[in-house]
C-alpha cells in the first residue's frame, strides 16, 4: 500500500494508505457521516468532481454488490453506470468484506474503475477541518507515482467554475416503461437510479432527457428535476426551458435536491453555498404549516435562498439544524419540490410519499 498525502488548499496535510487505484487527482473535498450506503453514495452523479470522506470508522465490512442490470435498463444495485466521485478517503478500510450479495471487496472495484482510496487518515479530524474553514479543494498526492498529471488536473481547481450537469447528464432521450399510461418528463441533471425506479414502481412512462433538451412540445403529464451535482447557476439552459414550461401550462412539477434549487431559480430566487453542505442519513427536516419532522437522506452542497423567491411561492420544508431551505412549493399550481432524497438509496425512506403526491396531481 503506497504512501499517500491528501493535500488541502489551505495547505493542511493528512498522511494515508492507498488501497484504492494509484492516481494523482484533485477536487472538491466533501464529508459523509453515514455509517453504510458506500455502493449507492459513490455511484451517486452528485458526488461529480468530489473526494468524498466518510466519517464512520470502519468501511467496507460488507464488500460491493454485483454491478447487474435489470430489464428495465437500470442496474439493480447501484445509482448509475459507474463510480462517479474523485476518491474515496477513509479511517480504517476493512480488507476482510462479507455480506451475502457481495461478489468484490471495495480496493477491487475502486482499482478496477480507476478511483483512488485512501485509508488511514483521521477522518474526523479532517472533519473538523472542513466544518470549521468550509469545503474546500485537495489533491492526492502518492508516494512513488508521478505527478506529471497534476497540472492537468489544475483547471479542475475550481469546482464552482465547471458545468458538472452537463458532464453527467444523458446525452440523448431514453426511455422507461415505454407504453404505461401516463408520461414523466425526467430532466436528468445526474439522476439516481432510485428516482427513475419509484416512477416506474408506480406505472408511468419516465422520458430521461438531458439538462437542456427543450421539452415543452412533447406530449406528457408531469415534468420531474431530478438531482445533479455542481452549481445550479451553471444550469442557465434548464432554468430558461422550466421557466418557458411554466408559462405554457400548469402540469405538475416535482423537483429532488438540484431539481429543488432549479425551481427555486425559476421562481425567482437566489442560490447560495453553504459552509460544508448536508451529505448524511440523519437531515432533520419539518414540513412547513405543519409539527411533522422527517429524518432524510441528503447530498448537496448549495440551497435556496427561500426569502428571495416569488410572491407566489412559499417554503415547503426546512432544515432543522441550520434553519436552510428543503423544498418549496407554489401557492396555487402543482409545482413542489424538496433539497433531500426522498428515494433515499442508501438512507432512510420516511419521505417517499413525495412521489405519491406527485403521481396524484398528474
Known sequence: MKD?????????????KSFGYDKPVAGEVVFNTAMMGYPESLTDPSYAGQMMVLTYPLVGNYGVPPFSMEENGLATFMESDRIYATALIVSDYSEQYSHWNAVESLSDWLKREQVP??????????TKVLREHGVMMGRLEFEGVSSVAMPQQQK??????????ERVSCKDIIRYNEGAG????????????????????????????PWNYDYTDMQFDGLFLANGPGDPDRCVAAVDILKKQMTMSRKPICGICMGNQLLGKAAGATIYKLKYGHRSHNQPVREVGTNRCYVTSQNHGYAVDASTMGSDWRELF????????????HQTNPWFSSQFHPEACSGPVDTEFMFDRFIEAL
Request: net charge positive; charged share 25%.
Open 117 to 126: 482510496g485512501v485509508t488511514g487518515i483521521d477522518t474526523r479530524a479532517l
Open 318 to 329: 426546512v432544515n432543522m439544524n441550520d434553519g436552510s431551505n428543503e423544498g418549496i412549493r
Open 182 to 209: 401516463r408520461k414523466v418528463v425526467l430532466v436528468d441533471c445526474g439522476v439516481k437510479q432510485n428516482i427513475i425506479r419509484c416512477l416506474v414502481r408506480r406505472g408511468v412512462e419516465v422520458i430521461r432527457v
Open 4 to 16: 499517500v498525502t491528501l493535500v488541502l488548499q489551505d495547505g493542511t496535510t493528512f498522511q494515508g
Open 156 to 165: 479542475e481547481l475550481d469546482y464552482g467554475a465547471i458545468n458538472w450537469v
